[in-house]
């Protein structure tokens, strides 16, 4: 019987991860803030900030995002039957009282789900975005947002995140292409070569916190840890997934971040695919469209698994083929993809979504405190 999903022998099993899953996963989870969302958008926050301090920050961030990680991991390792940051909620205020309890408990289910719907609309609105690019046609960006929408959504059908781990791997090439692809092309074209400033003095706080936050967007994955864990086949891998997923997003982020800063100069463009030739850069963003779709199907998958599992809860409702089962999961995935696009109508602006998505991250406890 397992603490979270029940009766784990019956015809749907959800623990179903190895280490390896997870880590491909959670490395894809990460990586998406960067390629999809931001599309090389830590160069342009490296530039702003000057090489040095941006690396530092890059790097300390990942190292600080490692160590709350491990934290997850073994808070998850005491008490089994956290699922999700809401569950995390409700144990500490229960620590107060049943009141607080259930405070904790609606408020970071709320912040929770807000935060990943966001980033499901994030995803629609660089689908459309890409697709925009790729195919030079001048319609309206609401029906590139509505096919991705509806692909988006048909990829969330599937229940397990083993199943959906298969789409990452692909994916995570995807976007590790798409980048070195950029990478060679502004190394080639060396729009502005050599012209790194290393500090920039003076820099007014405001102008150095938009920056700074797309760096923490990049390590924002701490919200759908306790997911990945709770599927995990033997829990206690979870630190190896961990560290294969830090270790090389550290040193993806960096090494991208420093490459194109240097070949693109301090006004690198957000995205930085801008001072690659037009070819290459409908070249980088027709690879790019895997990663953009599988990584919001990753976040839709956690958000949507939230609330089928706090909904069917101590039933063996969650294991079953039955019509009220499939039924209820489609409902939820398409009640969450629908709001997600209604979100993207209503904040078009790309750099304006991040900002307001960073924003609720570190408004997370936890997400911050690990």
Known sequence: ?????????????????????????????????????????????????????GLFLAFMIGVMATYTGY????FKEKYPAMQSLADCGELIGGFISPFAAIIGREFMAGSQILILV???????LSFAIA????????????????????????LTLQRTLKAVSYYSIFSCGSAIVAVTDAMIAIGVAKPDMGRVVAVHNGLPPVKGVGPAMNICLA???HVAFFGFCAELKYPKDFPKALAFMQITAITFYMLVSAIIQYYAGPLVASPALGPASPIIRKVAFRIALPT????????????????????????DTTHQKSFKTLGSWIGICGVAWVISSAITEAVPSFNQLLGLIVSAVLNLPISAIG
């Open 292 to 315: 953009i779709i599988v990584a919001g199907v990753v976040n839709g998958s956690v958000a949507c698994k939230y609330i089928y599992v706090r909904m069917w809860r101590r039933t």
């Open 1 to 53: 019987e397992d603490p979270v999903f029940g009766n784990e022998g019956a015809a749907i099993h959800y623990r179903t991860m190895n280490w390896w899953h997870a880590g491909i996963r959670m490395f894809k989870f990460m990586l998406a803030e960067t390629i999809s969302l931001g599309v090389l958008a830590l160069p342009q926050a490296v530039a702003l900030l000057g090489l040095a301090p």
């Open 71 to 74: 934290i997850n991991g073994q």
């Open 118 to 124: 966001f980033i499901m609309g994030a995803h629609i």
């Open 131 to 154: 697709l925009n690019a790729v195919t030079d046609y001048g319609a309206c960006i609401i029906v590139f947002s509505v096919f991705g929408l509806a692909i988006c959504f048909s």
């Open 219 to 221: 390590y924002a994955g």
